[in-house]
Structures are given as structure tokens and as C-alpha cells.
């Protein structure tokens, strides 16, 4: 039996202008805004793929446009595997919810620690460093060596912080089943997406990487922008990871060729494919 999935993680734009930049600059990180439900908005740092074959991906590229890098996808696991996903779709919410009580948790506890160590800032003691059952150092106030309360509040709550990457992690990659596009509903699943996530406060190229957690945040963030890029987070296109470069017609041909020699990638000329479906 066929597989209904390709080897290959395509990434499609909208212009040949584009592919072009993708090609010579890299895949850059933008913004994917999640209406997960009435009271759950999430904006987050991504590139998306999907894994859809040729001969099915018509209406993804009507949506989302018709030229494509299409890369690797052992590559891109081998390479992005802590960063890459499939993304996991949803029938309920409630998968979701529970990784944004998570959320929630993890911002009580860093008010309290902020707090907590205020008191023991200004009590004159010092830092200490415990060791917890992950093997992860943590360090912090705890009072004496011997005081296992400050101790076991420390391991707490550092213990929390480690698990917020885990609890974004999980609503970075998971999605409702139905979802809406331009005002359109539609069946999210059938969009097969895969996404790198750039982690919330990565740092790169003096940038930060904020992920926005109200739609009025992430709007503020936008009204003074062109785009919804992540300025500094780019991920470069190596000349191993790429399968196909898709492209609408026979006479954008050269116009690639000729950016794949700025680039020196000439190898790749016979990766271009004229998409006519």
C-alpha cells in the first residue's frame, strides 16, 4: 500500500520573489496565531511544513501558495529533531487546556519565587545549589544547607520552570481538528502540518524570541510592523536537505538557475520541479 505521506517537508510561499529569498537567506521564523478556543489565544514562533504528496496538495497550495522548498524530512528530524514535530490534532480542547493550566502554573510560581527570594535577599542569606531527580542544578535561596522546607521549595518550583518548555512544547505542536482560514472553517487535519518551534526567550542575533499569549499582545506587537517575521531567527537551507524546489511554470526555470549560481548551489538546478496540478 502507498503511504498517503511523502519523505519530503514542504514549505510553501506565495511568490517567486519568495522562494527565492528562502533560498538565499533561509526558512524565517513568523508568527502563527491560535484561536484555540473563546478564552485560549496563543501566538507562536514557527515554521510549517506539511508532508502532503503532489498529487493531493492542490487546495494547501491555493491556500497558501504555489512555490515550495521541499526538504528532507529524515534531514530535517536528524537535524531539528528537539525543535521539529508533527503537529497533534485535537477533537476536544481539553489536551490543550490542560497544557495552559500549565502555563498559568508556571507564571503563580515565578510571582512567588520572585517573592520568595526578595525575603531572602533581604534577610542577608545566601544562594544554594540542589541537585534534582533529572539531574538538573538548580540554584537559589534556601535559607540554611540543613533546612529542608527551603530546600523542597526550591526544588518546587525550579522543577515547574524546567516543565514549561514541556507544556509549550505541547501547545506549540497540537491544534483543534477544525480550525478557520480567511473567515472559512475547514478540516485542519487534512493540512498534514509539521512545525519548528523556536522556543519562548530563545535567544539569537540580538533578538528574543517572545511568544504572546493575548491576542491584544500580539496585535500591539504587529501595529508597527509590515509582517509577522521573528526578526534574527532564520534557518538556513542546506544544499543536502533539499528534494524539490517547486516552481509554477517552465520559464521561472532559469530565473532559479540563475539564483542558484549567486548562491553556488548549481547542484540543485535538477531538484527544480514545474508543479502542474
Given at each position: 500500500?502507498?503511504?498517503?505521506?511523502?519523505?519530503?517537508?514542504?514549505?510553501?510561499?506565495?511568490?517567486?520573489?519568495?522562494?527565492?529569498s528562502i533560498l538565499k537567506e533561509g526558512l524565517r521564523?513568523?508568527?502563527?496565531?491560535?484561536?484555540?478556543?473563546?478564552?485560549?489565544?496563543?501566538?507562536?514562533?514557527?515554521?510549517?511544513?506539511?508532508?502532503?504528496?503532489?498529487?493531493?496538495?492542490?487546495?494547501?497550495?491555493?491556500?497558501?501558495?504555489?512555490?515550495?522548498?521541499?526538504?528532507?524530512?529524515?534531514?530535517?528530524?536528524?537535524?531539528?529533531?528537539?525543535?521539529?514535530?508533527?503537529?497533534?490534532?485535537?477533537?476536544?480542547?481539553?489536551?490543550?487546556?490542560?497544557?495552559?493550566?500549565?502555563?498559568?502554573?508556571?507564571?503563580?510560581?515565578?510571582?512567588?519565587?520572585?517573592?520568595?527570594?526578595?525575603?531572602?535577599?533581604?534577610?542577608?542569606?545566601?544562594?544554594?545549589?540542589?541537585?534534582?531527580?533529572?539531574?538538573?542544578?538548580?540554584?537559589?535561596?534556601?535559607?540554611?544547607?540543613?533546612?529542608?522546607?527551603?530546600?523542597?521549595?526550591?526544588?518546587?518550583?525550579?522543577?515547574?520552570?524546567?516543565?514549561?518548555?514541556?507544556?509549550?512544547?505541547?501547545?506549540?505542536?497540537?491544534?483543534?481538528?477544525?480550525?478557520?482560514?480567511?473567515?472559512?472553517?475547514?478540516?485542519?487535519?487534512?493540512?498534514?502540518?509539521?512545525?519548528?518551534?523556536?522556543?519562548?526567550?530563545?535567544?539569537?542575533?540580538?533578538?528574543?524570541?517572545?511568544?504572546?499569549?493575548?491576542?491584544?499582545?500580539?496585535?500591539?506587537?504587529?501595529?508597527?510592523?509590515?509582517?509577522?517575521?521573528?526578526?534574527?531567527?532564520?534557518?538556513?537551507?542546506?544544499?543536502?536537505?533539499?528534494?524539490?524546489?517547486?516552481?509554477?511554470?517552465?520559464?521561472?526555470?532559469?530565473?532559479?538557475?540563475?539564483?542558484?549560481?549567486?548562491?553556488?548551489?548549481?547542484?540543485?538546478?535538477?531538484?527544480?520541479?514545474?508543479?502542474?496540478?
Amino acid at each position: 500500500m502507498r503511504n498517503s505521506h511523502t519523505g519530503t517537508l514542504f514549505h510553501y510561499t506565495r511568490t517567486l520573489e519568495s522562494l527565492s529569498s528562502i533560498l538565499k537567506e533561509g526558512l524565517r521564523v513568523s508568527y502563527s496565531k491560535e484561536r484555540i478556543s473563546a478564552d485560549i489565544f496563543i501566538a507562536i514562533p514557527m515554521v510549517s511544513f506539511c508532508d502532503i504528496p503532489f498529487e493531493c496538495c492542490e487546495e494547501h497550495r491555493e491556500k497558501y501558495g504555489r512555490y515550495a522548498i521541499g526538504l528532507n524530512k529524515k534531514w530535517m528530524i536528524d537535524s531539528y529533531g528537539d525543535l521539529l514535530s508533527p503537529v497533534h490534532y485535537v477533537l476536544r480542547d481539553e489536551p490543550i487546556r490542560g497544557a495552559w493550566r500549565h502555563h498559568e502554573n508556571y507564571l503563580k510560581a515565578d510571582e512567588t519565587l520572585k517573592r520568595y527570594e526578595v525575603r531572602k535577599k533581604a534577610a542577608g542569606e545566601e544562594k544554594i545549589k540542589v541537585t534534582g531527580p533529572s539531574g538538573i542544578v538548580y540554584e537559589g535561596y534556601a535559607g540554611r544547607l540543613n533546612n529542608k522546607e527551603d530546600c523542597k521549595v526550591l526544588l518546587a518550583m525550579n522543577d515547574l520552570f524546567h516543565a514549561r518548555e514541556y507544556a509549550n512544547y505541547s501547545l506549540g505542536i497540537t491544534k483543534n481538528y477544525t480550525s478557520s482560514h480567511n473567515g472559512k472553517d475547514f478540516c485542519a487535519y487534512d493540512e498534514c502540518e509539521w512545525r519548528i518551534l523556536v522556543p519562548e526567550d530563545k535567544e539569537a542575533n540580538g533578538n528574543t524570541s517572545k511568544w504572546f499569549w493575548t491576542e491584544s499582545d500580539y496585535n500591539a506587537w504587529r501595529s508597527d510592523r509590515e509582517n509577522s517575521f521573528l526578526d534574527g531567527f532564520t534557518f538556513p537551507v542546506e544544499t543536502e536537505s533539499v528534494d524539490y524546489i517547486v516552481i509554477q511554470s517552465e520559464k521561472e526555470r532559469s530565473l532559479i538557475t540563475s539564483v542558484l549560481g549567486e548562491i553556488e548551489m548549481q547542484s540543485l538546478a535538477d531538484k527544480i520541479k514545474v508543479l502542474d496540478v
